[in-house]
């Protein structure tokens, strides 16, 4: 059975620290968590509270309170939305969560239905589970990662001219090929 702490160890963890960045107005960034996608996020209180200290943004990753938040956030609004610790390879739910952490839940879990070739749909429901968990994984990870290519690479050319933070974007998904 998959396990989160082994996916968020691999795959939420090494993620970048904070970051401002400024593109169509100001923005921030901790941990792969967007505060104007997650304005509600209970973290950015915390954040806020130590953005003053002279050791930001450095100490947000010793801050438990922070880390304890980040962890949360990610098993709540997706492993568990995706029902990760009922598929029984941990790579194929890794594969999974780190294609939803970046393009969001209902459109992997339409991708994921795809390339099992079950009725498309967009619920992470007992049909696409029992699919996962009878696949071969090495099969279901290879497809999956090719038809996710080939969907980016169809988007980038369309919108090539987004600039660099589109780029960013982009390249995360190819560094696994």
């Not at 998959?2 to 968020?8: D, T, W």
């Not at 921030?28 to 953005?51: Q, S």
């Not at 010793?62 to 939305?81: G, H, M, T």
Request: hydrophobic share 35%.
């Amino acid at each position: 059975m998959a396990k989160f702490n082994v996916m968020f160890n691999q795959t939420i963890h090494p993620k970048g620290g904070y970051a401002k960045y400024s593109y169509k107005g100001d923005g921030e960034v901790y941990k792969g968590i967007n505060r104007k996608a997650y304005p509600d996020w209970k973290g950015w209180i915390l954040i806020d509270l130590v953005k003053t200290q002279l050791t930001f943004p450095a100490n947000l990753d010793y801050n438990i309170l922070v880390q304890d938040e980040v962890i949360s956030f990610y098993q709540i609004n997706f492993w568990d939305k995706m029902n990760g610790d009922k598929i029984l390879n941990q790579n194929i739910a890794d594969t999974i969560f780190e294609y939803a952490i970046n393009v969001g839940l209902v459109e992997c879990i339409k991708y994921t239905r795809y390339v099992l070739n079950i009725e498309p749909g967009e619920e992470m429901d007992n049909a696409v589970i029992n699919g996962l968990n009878n696949v071969n994984a090495d099969f279901f990870v290879s497809e999956f990662l090719k038809t996710r290519n080939r969907k980016h690479n169809e988007t980038y050319k369309m919108k090539k001219q987004t600039g660099k933070y589109f780029t960013n974007w982009y390249n995360n998904f190819f560094e696994s090929v």
